[in-house]
């Protein structure tokens, strides 16, 4: 058992790893290729466009269910995955000359291979656990949550990002637009070089997903896995058994909470919709499957694209802190709920509720920039990393929430919950790109030289 939980774990691991990774090491990316500080936009429309994947997914088990065996695309993509980030490592400072100018085509198109891989994962990874105990899905979602841990903890000790400010003495013979400054000093922001190089790190990448595909081979595989399942097929009965043990109430704590129904009381149960095993109604159905899109839109889209903007005004330690600390939080709360199982539809639309608040503070922070408030104070560092800790870790735990609900209600149920967590994540990313990327609205200040009022 606990060798499951450590491979369910490391399988979802390899979920978001990829992407996670390309994010986090942008920062020695971008001086190093033609596109700059643009890559970022263009990584948002390439992990849009790479959706054409679990579209195809889904609609394979809309159209023609039971067709599709998750196992071989899971294979499939894992060692595109492997591939992609090897040759990442090789290529990425490549250039192609296309009208006249210089394009990182390689390093475009090895992105857009990687997002196919992510984003396909959320409609096939979650379905293949369906093959073992419910348990283990739990163990999955820590290790998604580690995708985006580990490769920041690796780039906080490669030193991605440190910046200090040094004095600049201007030179006599500036320009006659900047003659009033010749000779005087201002403060320059200096990036600290790296101890290991964007090669090893991309490297390290492929070496997660060369973990993540022992651990699905040995998943499907290794002897002491097989007898967690029962002759390769999924666990209804099971599922059924615990349908029972939950009872009829819709709203209660746990299952271990809920007292055994009667023999008579289970003849007497009839399906209160069409959707899955029918335990929920139509109006529960949908407030389930908003609740999923809004919280992935609000932790995989439209807070990361501002992150930088709510921290940086208040310090670069700021800014790791809280991104490292955050992305701790992500498996921190799937832990949690490996010992306090939720399946209530009332804590998640609390939970929610919360989370969108401190979304909202760290919005309003980053709308701001550079000059939020408490900016000069240890207070408002206090409160910016706070908010960010408390954003992922209330909003991860209602994923797992929905997660654990959609698991009991069958395959099907958990290939919408990837489809829907990668349509969230598209309008979120849609409605900021024109913010961040075309209309500015979020400015940014210099590390070194900002000025705000006390």
Same mark, same amino acid.
């Given at each position: 058992?606990?060798?499951?939980?450590?491979?369910?774990?490391?399988?979802?691991?390899?979920?978001?790893?990829?992407?996670?990774?390309?994010? @986090?090491?942008?920062?020695?990316?971008?001086?190093?290729?033609?596109?700059?500080?643009?890559?970022?936009?263009?990584?948002?429309?390439?992990?849009?466009?790479?959706?054409?994947?679990?579209?195809?997914?889904?609609?394979?088990?809309?159209?023609?269910?039971?067709?599709?065996?998750?196992?071989? %695309? %899971?294979?499939?993509?894992?060692?595109?995955?492997?591939?992609?980030?090897?040759?990442?490592?090789?290529?990425?400072?490549?250039?192609?000359?296309?009208?006249?100018?210089?394009?990182?085509?390689?390093?475009?198109?090895?992105?857009?291979?990687?997002?196919?891989?992510?984003?396909?994962?959320?409609?096939?990874?979650?379905?293949?656990?369906?093959?073992?105990?419910?348990?283990?899905?739990?163990?999955?979602? $820590?290790?998604?949550?580690?995708?985006?841990?580990?490769?920041?903890?690796?780039?906080?000790?490669?030193?991605?990002?440190?910046?200090?400010?040094?004095?600049?003495?201007?030179?006599?013979?500036?320009?006659?637009?900047?003659?009033?400054?010749?000779?005087?000093?201002?403060?320059?922001?200096?990036?600290?070089?790296?101890?290991?190089?964007?090669?090893?790190?991309?490297?390290?990448?492929?070496?997660?997903?060369?973990?993540?595909?022992?651990?699905?081979?040995?998943?499907?595989?290794?002897?002491?896995?097989?007898?967690?399942?029962?002759?390769?097929?999924?666990?209804?009965?099971?599922?059924?058994?615990?349908?029972?043990?939950?009872?009829?109430?819709?709203?209660?704590?746990?299952?271990?909470?809920?007292?055994?129904?009667?023999?008579?009381?289970?003849?007497?149960?009839?399906?209160?919709?069409?959707?899955?095993?029918?335990?929920?109604?139509?109006?529960?159905? @949908?407030?389930?499957?908003?609740?999923? $899109?809004?919280?992935?839109?609000?932790?995989?889209?439209?807070?990361?694209?501002?992150?930088?903007?709510?921290?940086?005004?208040?310090?670069?330690?700021?800014?790791?802190?809280?991104?490292?600390?955050?992305?701790?939080?992500?498996?921190?709360?799937?832990?949690?709920?490996?010992?306090?199982?939720?399946?209530?539809?009332?804590?998640?639309? @609390?939970?929610?509720?919360?989370?969108?608040?401190?979304?909202?503070?760290?919005?309003?922070?980053?709308?701001?920039?550079?000059?939020?408030?408490?900016?000069?104070?240890?207070?408002?560092?206090?409160?910016?990393?706070?908010?960010?800790?408390?954003?992922?870790?209330?909003?991860?735990? %209602?994923?797992?929430?929905?997660? %654990?609900?959609?698991?009991?209600?069958?395959?099907?149920?958990?290939?919408?919950?990837?489809?829907?967590?990668?349509?969230?994540?598209?309008?979120?990313?849609?409605?900021?790109?024109?913010?961040?990327?075309?209309?500015?609205?979020?400015?940014?200040?210099? @590390?070194?030289?900002?000025?705000?009022?006390?």
């Amino acid at each position: 058992m606990q060798l499951t939980h450590v491979l369910a774990c490391l399988f979802g691991m390899g979920s978001w790893v990829a992407i996670n990774g390309m994010w @986090v090491e942008l920062p020695l990316v971008v001086p190093e290729i033609p596109e700059g500080w643009y890559l970022p936009s263009y990584l948002t429309v390439l992990i849009q466009m790479a959706n054409i994947g679990p579209l195809f997914i889904t609609l394979m088990h809309r159209f023609r269910p039971g067709t599709l065996d998750e196992r071989p %695309v %899971v294979y499939s993509i894992v060692v595109l995955g492997v591939i992609a980030t090897f040759l990442l490592a090789f290529f990425w400072k490549h250039t192609v000359t296309i009208g006249g100018s210089q394009h990182s085509v390689p390093l475009l198109v090895l992105s857009f291979l990687l997002s196919v891989v992510d984003c396909t994962s959320s409609v096939t990874f979650l379905p293949f656990m369906m093959h073992l105990h419910p348990q283990y899905l739990t163990t999955y979602f $820590a290790g998604e949550g580690l995708s985006g841990l580990v490769p920041a903890l690796v780039a906080l000790i490669q030193g991605v990002g440190v910046v200090h400010c040094e004095n600049v003495t201007l030179s006599a013979n500036t320009t006659a637009i900047n003659s009033t400054t010749a000779g005087s000093g201002e403060l320059r922001a200096v990036y600290k070089p790296a101890k290991f190089s964007a090669q090893m790190f991309f490297i390290f990448l492929s070496a997660m997903m060369v973990v993540c595909l022992v651990a699905f081979i040995l998943l499907n595989c290794h002897p002491a896995v097989s007898s967690e399942r029962k002759n390769n097929i999924y666990y209804v009965s099971d599922l059924a058994q615990e349908k029972k043990e939950q009872g009829l109430s819709l709203h209660s704590q746990s299952p271990e909470q809920k007292p055994m129904i009667s023999l008579e009381e289970t003849a007497r149960w009839e399906p209160r919709s069409s959707f899955g095993r029918g335990t929920y109604n139509n109006f529960e159905v @949908v407030y389930i499957f908003v609740v999923l $899109a809004w919280v992935n839109a609000l932790t995989n889209a439209v807070l990361p694209s501002v992150q930088t903007y709510s921290c940086l005004p208040y310090g670069n330690q700021a800014y790791h802190l809280a991104t490292t600390m955050a992305a701790v939080a992500n498996p921190v709360a799937c832990f949690i709920a490996m010992f306090v199982p939720q399946r209530s539809l009332i804590l998640m639309g @609390v939970l929610t509720l919360y989370g969108t608040g401190f979304g909202a503070y760290i919005m309003a922070m980053a709308a701001l920039s550079p000059c939020p408030l408490l900016v000069h104070s240890t207070t408002g560092i206090v409160i910016i990393v706070f908010a960010w800790i408390l954003f992922v870790l209330t909003l991860s735990y %209602v994923k797992v929430i929905v997660g %654990v609900i959609l698991r009991d209600e069958g395959h099907s149920a958990l290939v919408w919950c990837g489809a829907v967590v990668q349509l969230g994540s598209m309008v979120g990313a849609v409605s900021m790109f024109p913010l961040v990327s075309v209309y500015g609205l979020f400015k940014s200040g210099d @590390v070194c030289n900002t000025k705000c009022p006390r």
